[in-house]
């Protein structure tokens, strides 16, 4: 795997919407599961979302499912996120990794399972 790119994150009145990209260089990067995780301030950083390198299983963090959704464009080499009724509580700065090597599942959702990440982009939701 190359390297990662996110893009998209910004500020946002809470309940609005958002869209995160992450561009991916390389050849090879249908063969891997991707994942999203987030750090918001003086905290660790955590899960948000991962999706299988099929593209057809995902998982989600308790806190954004049903409004957060995680997505793959192979053709594009881009993984994207989806955020829609931000709370103020999902104010972080996000990042976009891939999986330790090929073929992975939607089940790897610890940050040790990740071997890859790009720099961050952040998202602020105000009240």
């Known amino acids: 795997q190359g390297q990662l790119a996110e893009s998209g994150g910004g500020l946002v009145q809470a309940g609005g919407s958002l869209r995160l990209s992450c561009a991916v260089s390389?050849?090879?990067?249908?063969?891997?599961?991707m994942g999203w995780f987030r750090q918001a301030p003086g905290k660790e950083r955590e899960f948000v979302a991962t999706?299988?390198?099929?593209?057809?299983?995902?998982n989600y963090a308790y806190s954004v499912e049903g409004r957060f959704t995680i997505s793959r464009d192979n053709a594009k080499n881009m993984v994207l996120l989806q955020m829609n009724n931000l709370k103020p509580e999902d104010t972080a700065v996000y990042y976009c990794?891939?999986?330790?090597?090929?073929?992975?599942?939607?089940?790897?959702?610890?940050?040790?399972?990740?071997?890859?990440w790009g720099q961050g982009t952040r998202v602020t939701v105000s009240s």
């Open positions: 999706i299988d390198w099929t593209g057809k299983s995902k």
């Open positions: 390389g050849d090879n990067f249908p063969l891997y599961g």
């Open positions: 990794a891939s999986q330790t090597g090929t073929f992975g599942s939607a089940l790897r959702t610890q940050q040790y399972e990740y071997n890859n």
